[in-house]
């Protein structure tokens, strides 16, 4: 097997309490060839102090390798790269969010192979050999995770070892938890990305990630999964705002445009599934209802749902609250956000929104 270089990105902001965890767990990777790519999204703690501290140690430890050392420095480098050793770079920029960090770094990574990792999260040693070993006959590789919460225990979350198209993979980010829209389980290949130009929209704050896989697996001819819990996603310390902001209602945005990605009926179906299920808990927990309800109902003209069809689409368990908000909507808001745990009972296994 030819040994290809990985670049696994790391977009940070105020990250200070959990960063050093997650890079000493990428550093420990037992794949031969890979950079770890942080990006410094306008912190205002430790984070940046922290991650250029593992370029002086690295620095160090290698017979300290000169910042010269960077072979062509790029024009989006110049100003921007406080360090840089063999296996470590860290970028810095204005707060512009994790799609603007993401991007930088996809225009400055030298890897064959792409990896993300979230900058309060752990990777198991053999994550990158086993997720490159996956996707040596495919264009993507996907593998399971375990949720870590603050106590420490974990659920493991495994899909099961099969090979997909990428048609039928767009469709298992709607239904199946195991493969979903996140990066951080899943290895893409550079020149994919490249060739077709798929970057992260930065007006999309919320979401942006499962659109960008959605965009890539258009391309895709194979999926690759693991039936192996490669990645450690912490929830510690994670909760969802009663007072959304218009910054988490892009994620609406995220979903329109994948309902834009393909003309295939059941596909479209799930888009406008997840999209109506979303709204159902904005509508209850973001105060400015009527450009929401502007929103929604300009969504549904665009797509030619009528209330039916969307019945139709829903989950069994989304279907009385459908109905509900549309017998009434203020009470419907107001019985919802009135029930004891309602975020529970609304965000049900959904955590698109957990660590924005």
């Given at each position: 097997?030819?040994?290809?270089?990985?670049?696994?990105?790391?977009?940070?902001?105020?990250?200070?309490?959990?960063?050093?965890?997650?890079?000493?767990?990428?550093?420990?990777?037992?794949?031969?060839?890979?950079?770890?790519?942080?990006?410094?999204?306008?912190?205002?703690?430790?984070?940046?102090?922290?991650?250029?501290?593992?370029?002086?140690?690295?620095?160090?430890?290698?017979?300290?390798?000169?910042?010269?050392?960077?072979?062509?420095?790029?024009?989006?480098?110049?100003?921007?790269?406080?360090?840089?050793?063999?296996?470590?770079?860290?970028?810095?920029?204005?707060?512009?969010?994790?799609?603007?960090?993401?991007?930088?770094?996809?225009?400055?990574?030298?890897?064959?192979?792409?990896?993300?990792?979230?900058?309060?999260?752990?990777?198991?040693?053999?994550?990158?050999?086993?997720?490159?070993?996956?996707?040596?006959?495919?264009?993507?590789?996907?593998?399971?995770?375990?949720?870590?919460?603050?106590?420490?225990?974990?659920?493991?979350?495994?899909?099961?070892?099969?090979?997909?198209?990428?048609?039928?993979?767009?469709?298992?980010?709607?239904?199946?938890?195991?493969?979903?829209?996140?990066?951080?389980?899943?290895?893409?290949?550079?020149?994919?990305?490249?060739?077709?130009?798929?970057?992260?929209?930065?007006?999309?704050?919320?979401?942006?990630?499962?659109?960008?896989?959605?965009?890539?697996?258009?391309?895709?001819?194979?999926?690759?999964?693991?039936?192996?819990?490669?990645?450690?996603?912490?929830?510690?310390?994670?909760?969802?705002?009663?007072?959304?902001?218009?910054?988490?209602?892009?994620?609406?945005?995220?979903?329109?445009?994948?309902?834009?990605?393909?003309?295939?009926?059941?596909?479209?179906?799930?888009?406008?599934?997840?999209?109506?299920?979303?709204?159902?808990?904005?509508?209850?927990?973001?105060?400015?209802?009527?450009?929401?309800?502007?929103?929604?109902?300009?969504?549904?003209?665009?797509?030619?749902?009528?209330?039916?069809?969307?019945?139709?689409?829903?989950?069994?368990?989304?279907?009385?609250?459908?109905?509900?908000?549309?017998?009434?909507?203020?009470?419907?808001?107001?019985?919802?956000?009135?029930?004891?745990?309602?975020?529970?009972?609304?965000?049900?296994?959904?955590r698109e929104l957990k660590k924005k």
């Amino acid at each position: 097997m030819t040994v290809q270089k990985i670049s696994v990105i790391v977009p940070a902001y105020n990250a200070e309490k959990t960063i050093e965890k997650t890079i000493r767990s990428l550093l420990a990777q037992d794949w031969p060839d890979f950079e770890v790519i942080v990006v410094d999204d306008g912190s205002t703690d430790r984070t940046a102090e922290i991650c250029t501290g593992f370029c002086e140690t690295a620095e160090e430890d290698q017979g300290n390798i000169p910042r010269s050392a960077a072979s062509e420095t790029t024009e989006a480098d110049q100003g921007i790269v406080p360090c840089f050793t063999k296996q470590i770079r860290v970028l810095s920029q204005a707060n512009a969010g994790p799609a603007a960090a993401r991007n930088l770094a996809l225009q400055n990574a030298r890897g064959d192979l792409i990896c993300f990792v979230d900058a309060d999260d752990t990777v198991q040693e053999d994550f990158l050999r086993a997720l490159a070993e996956a996707v040596t006959d495919a264009q993507i590789a996907v593998c399971g995770y375990n949720i870590v919460r603050e106590d420490g225990s974990s659920d493991p979350v495994l899909p099961a070892r099969e090979r997909l198209t990428g048609t039928e993979t767009m469709k298992r980010v709607f239904t199946d938890e195991a493969i979903n829209g996140f990066l951080w389980n899943k290895i893409f290949r550079a020149e994919i990305i490249r060739d077709y130009s798929i970057r992260f929209d930065e007006k999309i704050h919320v979401g942006e990630d499962m659109l960008f896989v959605e965009q890539y697996l258009r391309c895709c001819a194979t999926v690759q999964t693991t039936d192996r819990a490669l990645y450690n996603y912490s929830v510690a310390g994670q909760s969802v705002s009663h007072a959304l902001t218009a910054r988490n209602l892009t994620l609406l945005r995220a979903f329109a445009r994948a309902f834009s990605l393909s003309g295939e009926s059941e596909y479209r179906d799930l888009t406008v599934s997840k999209y109506v299920r979303q709204y159902l808990v904005f509508y209850v927990l973001y105060p400015e209802k009527k450009p929401l309800e502007k929103r929604f109902n300009t969504f549904l003209e665009k797509t030619g749902y009528s209330d039916e069809r969307i019945l139709a689409v829903l989950p069994r368990a989304y279907r009385a609250r459908f109905r509900f908000y549309r017998f009434s909507r203020p009470f419907y808001a107001a019985c919802m956000s009135g029930l004891r745990g309602a975020k529970d009972v609304l965000f049900g296994k959904d955590r698109e929104l957990k660590k924005k």
